[in-house]
């Protein structure tokens, strides 16, 4: 049973059915998931939670599909690791990875997919589609193929292999599309008005984006239901930024959070900030896609669509669905946002695999430059409690440090060996 009361309307607050729709029959405006929280707090406690099984499911009362027999590959209650040698090279003494990489499917993705593949199913769907910039596709036809039902997944022809294969081997049916990821999503509005299908990120959105909370409540829970002082995540659409606060603030609402009063939710139930929650959203993208962090930067209120050239391909949404309401969340919550410099990318991978032995794709680059930049400012103190937020697997992404690849070549002998060897050290490799 999910306590789902209906649909709301983002811009008009007007109520729209629980059904696959994504935007306001009035105003065209997004519609977001609205919960009976009365009875959620009648029935949730950190035991409750505690008793559930290993994966996103276990927050299953704050999600809007029915956990009862949810499709479920075991996305999500992924390790959060104290990152001593990290944060020694970055003079931060309380710092955190949330390493997201090591989902089912080798992103975060998984969360989101498996609530909204749960919910397809409840409403009938024997297809299940989605425009992706990578690693959605693997999480759809993943998801699909747990779920027994068909999954035809969109992407740009010019993503990484890793991606494509990533995705090709659960069998979907992958179609390549000669264009960018928004020209894709444009397209799939358009098939998804003519095809009964269940698009994870079109008439689904509004169930699919509430599984990325999961990130805020597992963090919370690791952490002993407390909340961190500085948060930095990785943004394409915004949905993920969004949702990762939304979390955080259901917690202390809920009074789930140590130490801290619940509150009654306000009567536009998704955008009450509880004042216990003090946590800094840092938001990152790469300099050659990067919407949100321009909006935020000149102080619009609008974000303006860009054609992406980054190679942090995962983050390329030049037209963020959500970013109007990301900039929302980086003023309520006193946040930052920072563009990534397209060099640096390589760097942050290499900075958290050399130092803490997590294999990263290019957006979790993305990430870790951004950190670091935080860190150097000085936005972030040497011991606030800070989590970074890594979403994706780097051998998804191998191209982007293909050039790293520098091996002693030797024939099976000793003195060959050493000679190698020798020469390396010379030259200071
Ligand atoms: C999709 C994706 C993101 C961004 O998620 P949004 O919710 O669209 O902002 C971040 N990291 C990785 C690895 C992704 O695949
Ligand atoms: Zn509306």
Not at 229 to 246: E, L, N, Q, R, Y
Not at 291 to 312: E, F, N, Y
Not at 384 to 401: D, F, P, R
Request: charged fraction near 20%; charge should be negative.
């Amino acid at each position: 049973m999910a306590f789902v009361s209906g649909l709301k309307c983002r811009e008009c607050g007007r109520e729209n059915p629980v059904e696959p729709l994504n935007v306001c029959e009035f105003c065209f405006g997004p519609l977001e998931v609205e919960y009976d929280y009365a009875t959620i707090r009648e029935v949730i406690s950190h035991q409750r939670i505690s008793e559930g099984p290993l994966s996103i499911w276990r927050y299953q009362d704050l999600l809007p599909a029915s956990g009862d027999d949810p499709v479920d590959i075991m996305a999500g209650f992924t390790p959060l690791l104290k990152a001593g040698n990290l944060g020694k090279r970055l003079g931060l003494n309380n710092l955190y990875i949330k390493n997201d990489s090591v989902n089912p499917s080798f992103s975060f993705k998984d969360r989101v997919v498996s609530v909204a593949c749960t919910k397809a199913v409840e409403f009938g769907f024997d297809t299940l589609s989605c425009a992706s910039t990578g690693n959605l596709a693997c999480s759809v036809a993943a998801h699909a193929a747990r779920a027994g039902i068909r999954s035809v997944v969109f992407i740009p022809s010019d993503l990484e292999r890793g991606k494509i294969i990533g995705a090709a081997v659960y069998g979907p049916t992958l179609v390549a599309v000669d264009g960018t990821y928004d020209e894709v999503n444009r397209l799939c509005s358009e098939i998804a008005d003519n095809y009964p299908w269940a698009f994870v990120n079109i008439n689904m959105r509004p169930y699919y984006a509430e599984g990325s909370k999961t990130l805020g409540y597992e963090v919370a829970e690791q952490l002993g239901w407390r909340l961190p002082d500085h948060v930095v995540i990785p943004s394409a659409s915004g949905a993920m930024f969004t949702k990762i606060w939304k979390g955080f603030n259901e917690l202390a609402c809920l009074g789930l959070l140590d130490g801290v009063k619940g509150l009654p939710f306000g009567p536009d139930q998704n955008t009450v900030h509880h004042p216990a929650v003090t946590t800094k959203m840092h938001m990152t993208q790469a300099a050659g896609c990067s919407p949100i962090v321009t909006a935020w930067q000149t102080g619009q209120s609008q974000v303006i669509p860009l054609r992406p050239d980054t190679i942090a391909k995962s983050l390329a949404i030049g037209n963020p669905a959500d970013g109007i309401y990301a900039l929302r969340v980086l003023r309520e919550s006193e946040g930052s946002a920072y563009a990534v410099p397209e060099h640096e990318i390589v760097e942050g991978i290499k900075l958290l695999a050399e130092t803490e032995g997590i294999f990263t794709e290019t957006a979790g680059g993305v990430t870790m430059s951004g950190l670091k930049h935080l860190a150097e400012i000085g936005a972030i103190k040497p011991d606030e409690l800070t989590v970074v937020y890594i979403t994706g697997n780097g051998l998804k992404t191998q191209e982007a440090v293909e050039g790293l690849v520098n091996p002693l070549c030797i024939r099976p002998t000793m003195t060959s060996f050493e000679n190698a060897l020798n020469e390396r050290v010379a030259v200071g490799g």
